[in-house]
């Protein structure tokens, strides 16, 4: 998988309704681009279609269904994206405390985030320490147009590597009403698009309002090699500049 690359559609929820109009608030800022819901302007039935047959494979911005993604959210046990969730509409009903895990809440709002913050959880900090590097790297990266293939032409094994993903309009917060959150999307290289996660969940939902991501994010994010992604990165843009002065 590389930056120009979609990823796989994921299987809408069983139940699930088109988009809100709120998730069509756009904003064309190259290089800062993020996802937006196309289901709010054509069917739902017709949407993937759409996106296969109208944009090619390799276009830089794309655009996500945010709905089809709501059901691989980031309590899943296997699989998925972290950090999605259902409409903003049905999250911000439940206002910006914490939740009890057992609340009883409609099905449409058993996966928001306010039924996972967790203030007392311990390893916040590390947590978001070694995140934020993470993520520090994948952007360099991104911004430096180092891909896949362009490591592969270096001779530069491409792992680990953390891809970004750059997506047109703004995500809605599911806890602050009017508010816009995340631009990218993360996507670890090595994971066949298994572990993945928006830009905005780390800073927004994690520091600010204290959701603790699930057991199985936190298990990759602890494990991740840093040091030699730091390392790929490096041997990916020297050999970048090398080319462009010759």
Known sequence: WAFGTMPQAAAAPPGGSCPSDADCMLAFKPGFDSRFTLGAMISCSTVL????????????????????????????????????????????????????AGSRVPPERQRCPQLFIDKKWVAKADFLS????????????FNAGLTSEALAECGVAASPFVAVMGFRGLSPSRLEEGGLVGSREFKDVDSDGDICWPDGYRDHYIQTYSVKPSERFQAYVRG????????????GRACLDKGREA
């Open 130 to 141: 070694k995140l934020e590097a993470i993520e520090a790297l994948a952007k360099e990266a």
């Open 49 to 100: 279609a759409i996106l296969v047959a109208g944009l090619a494979w390799s276009a830089r911005f794309v655009s996500l269904d945010t709905a089809g993604v709501a059901s691989q959210s980031s309590q899943l046990p296997v699989g998925g994206c972290e950090g999605y969730w259902p409409e903003a509409h049905a999250c911000l009903a439940l206002g910006q405390d914490a939740l009890a």
């Open 224 to 235: 991740f090699q840093l040091e030699a992604f730091g390392q790929v990165v490096h041997q």
